[in-house]
């Protein structure tokens, strides 16, 4: 069975050094705070994932993993609304003023219908 040997905090995370039979694996642990405030810097401050991996020492896929939950917490808060790219957003951005230009013809139409009853009474 593993056993806890040692463990220490450093920098927003803790090292555990587990013994498995005589082999030491080292895992780590971050606090949630860390986590957020490496996944703000490469959201909100275009920090690239891997400067920080080298400056803090994380795996590259890590902090992109805590980057897509802190995107999708985000999103979550801001009502179900998804990060989108520029194309996607002008595509969206097309569809609706298409849909605009439709309701706005119906609108023009149904005005038409009420005009004609309002003036022919039976």
Same mark, same amino acid.
């Given at each position: 069975?593993?056993?806890?040997? $040692? &463990?220490? @905090?450093?920098?927003?995370f803790? *090292?555990? =050094?587990?013994?498995?039979? &005589?082999?030491? *694996?080292?895992?780590?642990? =971050?606090?949630?705070? $860390?986590?957020? =405030?490496?996944?703000?810097?490469?959201?909100?401050? +275009?920090?690239?994932? @891997?400067?920080?991996?080298?400056?803090?020492?994380?795996p590259? %896929? %890590?902090? &992109?993993?805590?980057?897509?939950?802190?995107?999708?917490?985000?999103?979550?808060? +801001?009502? &179900?609304?998804? $990060?989108?790219t520029? %194309?996607?957003?002008?595509?969206?951005?097309?569809?609706?003023?298409?849909? *605009?230009?439709?309701?706005?013809?119906?609108? @023009?139409?149904? !005005?038409?219908? @009420?005009?004609?009853?309002? !003036?022919?009474? !039976?």
């Amino acid at each position: 069975s593993s056993r806890l040997e $040692f &463990g220490h @905090a450093l920098a927003g995370f803790v *090292i555990l =050094y587990l013994t498995n039979g &005589g082999v030491s *694996i080292m895992t780590r642990k =971050y606090d949630r705070d $860390f986590k957020e =405030y490496i996944a703000k810097l490469v959201v909100d401050e +275009n920090i690239t994932q @891997a400067e920080l991996s080298r400056e803090h020492d994380v795996p590259s %896929t %890590t902090i &992109g993993r805590w980057v897509k939950n802190y995107r999708l917490e985000k999103a979550k808060e +801001n009502g &179900g609304v998804q $990060f989108v790219t520029p %194309t996607e957003h002008k595509q969206r951005e097309s569809e609706l003023l298409i849909q *605009i230009k439709e309701l706005e013809e119906e609108n @023009a139409i149904l !005005k038409k219908v @009420a005009h004609i009853f309002m !003036k022919d009474p !039976k």
